[in-house]
């Protein structure tokens, strides 16, 4: 059911790179200003209309009071843009202001030869309003470029002293291709490179289209990232950290040789920057990398399957602030809240505490300043790699044991909800109670090695049936169970559902994983339907019908049979259900 999709595995986070290039078009640094109040200086105040798109740039306090004042412009204050001056000062030159009549977009320039041309073609739609201040035609003192750019969509002229801004416009499309009969893909923001391939088939080579946008030049905190391409295998590896770059060229006999740099991109997230994640199929070798959370979701669950959410356990509001929920990782992890909005990004061997507030609401305090959210608090990996997170929920600090242990950690993604309501859980729905619950969310397939319905030390092809049980009881839960869904969660993680022991589960049976990756993707099914799989330890020598035992035929593939070899030894079926 779950098939790896091409036999992609999600690795890290390559690098971070630009979604959109928002339109704009790099064109000059016009003048210059400064970037803080300098002697004679005022600042120049920046608007933007969004109805028409247009950035307006003024340094007069009357028109920046009637704007503000003034609703109906359409006009919205943004920022102080940068600072000139309102007269003549030393060596300052007039900046000239126009305004398109046809797209309302105001136009700055200090080229007499700009100015002159603008003014001879009427048809552009511009007219003269006359000098907006006066800047430096050259950098002086403190003085700092101011960038131009135009928005080819609407028109809009953008004047920026702000490096981060500049290098978040001047982001440049990363050309995606694919070989389908090597798998390849390839990324280039070589207009050339693009070209070529899409004018000569017989490379093998289709345009997928624009797979994220990155600088064709370094611009202030990006860095190289560089491209070697595999002469065994055609795979094109794309890189940003040194450290790889030199065991790639270090080992030659991976295949691997050095080309150029691709492109400019960054180590960490930037202003408006993204993830652009990396992926590699274990098949072909392929590395494939995507800004998209669509593609990397699918790429994930196809390979994991869908998300299962777990109850793990629950709080009354006084003993969560008697002994408060307590969470730390093995590696950075992000607090957010029930909208996704990020609170804070922590480091992996930091404890979060959480505990009631009041009125349904938490406070997250220990790592951050005391914080409070509404309803529930959500924790997940800062890299955006879930697949290798591991929490430690501190659960040994609550309860001595439990049957199996202290189960301490888990997989995936936390989440501590506050629920207020029928006690569902515990079956008496006539009774309103408040539980915090602290639920799991991982990969269902992560979920199976957690199994805690069997310790693995039989027969493999045993455990192998089991895990395959397992999985399909979980994704049965996944399709169609809506019980727990006011707690926040699909499933138990008790005998009320499925035993399930989360990762000290796992690391403490291994072999219960290595059946889950044998039968990976593998349920029972009747029909075209998931089929739940009864089980006991032992029997009398034989099974019964779920119509003998439980009446009804809703089951029908639940017959009994002969069971010679589960047969007790000296138990009948009554003393072996009176034993559980």
Request: negative net charge; contains cysteine.
């Amino acid at each position: 059911v779950f098939a790896a999709s091409g036999g992609y595995q999600f690795e890290n986070t390559a690098f971070y790179g630009h979604a959109s290039s928002v339109g704009y078009i790099y064109e000059d640094r016009v003048f210059y200003a400064f970037a803080n109040q300098a002697t004679d200086s005022l600042p120049v105040y920046r608007f933007y209309n969004s109805t028409t798109g247009d950035h307006f740039y003024t340094i007069s306090e009357n028109e920046k009071d009637t704007l503000i004042n003034n609703s109906q412009s359409g006009y919205v204050y943004e920022t102080i843009a940068f600072y000139a001056f309102q007269s003549k000062i030393g060596n300052s030159v007039p900046v000239y202001r126009f305004i398109n009549s046809k797209n309302g977009d105001h136009f700055y320039t200090i080229s007499e030869n700009e100015k002159a041309i603008v003014l001879n073609n009427p048809q552009w739609g511009y007219q003269y309003e006359g000098v907006g201040f006066y800047s430096l035609a050259s950098q002086i003192n403190e003085s700092l470029p101011v960038y131009r750019f135009v928005n080819t969509s609407n028109g809009d002229h953008f004047y920026t002293i702000n490096e981060s801004e500049k290098n978040n416009l001047s982001a440049v499309p990363v050309y995606r291709f694919i070989n389908p009969n090597t798998g390849d893909h390839f990324y280039t923001i070589n207009t050339k490179e693009k070209n070529s391939l899409l004018q000569n088939p017989q490379y093998g080579y289709l345009y997928e289209g624009i797979g994220f946008y990155a600088h064709n030049s370094q611009v202030n905190d990006s860095y190289p990232v560089y491209r070697f391409t595999n002469s065994k295998n055609g795979d094109h590896f794309y890189t940003i950290h040194e450290s790889e770059k030199s065991a790639i060229i270090a080992n030659p006999d991976w295949g691997y040789i050095y080309e150029n740099i691709a492109f400019y991109a960054y180590q960490t997230q930037i202003g408006n920057s993204l993830p652009v994640y990396r992926f590699v199929n274990l098949t072909t070798g392929d590395h494939f990398y995507t800004i998209s959370e669509t593609e990397k979701e699918y790429l994930v669950t196809s390979a994991l399957g869908p998300d299962i959410s777990v109850g793990l356990w629950y709080y009354s509001a006084s003993s969560i602030n008697s002994k408060p929920f307590k969470i730390s990782a093995n590696k950075t992890y992000n607090i957010k809240d029930k909208n996704g909005t990020l609170i804070a990004q922590i480091p992996g061997g930091t404890s979060t505490k959480v505990k009631y507030a009041d009125n349904g609401n938490l406070e997250i305090y220990n790592s951050i300043s005391s914080t409070i959210v509404n309803s529930n608090v959500n924790f997940d990996a800062a890299d955006g790699n879930n697949t290798d997170l591991v929490f430690d929920v501190n659960r040994s600090d609550y309860v001595a044991s439990d049957w199996h242990g202290v189960i301490d950690r888990y997989r995936g993604k936390i989440k501590v909800n506050y629920y207020r309501g029928p006690d569902i859980y515990n079956g008496n729905t006539g009774s309103t109670i408040t539980q915090i619950w602290v639920i799991n969310t991982l990969p269902l397939e992560h979920y199976v090695w957690g199994d805690g319905e069997l310790a693995g030390t039989g027969p493999i092809e045993h455990t192998k049936v089991m895990t395959e049980m397992y999985r399909s009881y979980g994704y049965w839960y996944v399709k169609y169970a809506t019980k727990y869904l006011p707690m926040g969660f699909k499933i138990r993680n008790d005998s009320g559902s499925q035993v399930y022991g989360g990762y000290d589960w796992e690391i403490s049976h291994p072999n219960i994983k290595t059946a889950a990756e044998a039968t990976r993707g593998n349920i029972v099914t009747y029909g075209n339907d998931v089929a739940l799989t009864p089980y006991s330890s032992w029997t009398d020598g034989r099974t019964r019908s779920y119509q003998e035992r439980w009446g009804g035929t809703s089951y029908p593939w639940c017959q009994s049979v002969l069971d010679p070899y589960g047969k007790h030894a000296t138990m009948s079926t009554s003393e072996l259900e009176a034993a559980g």
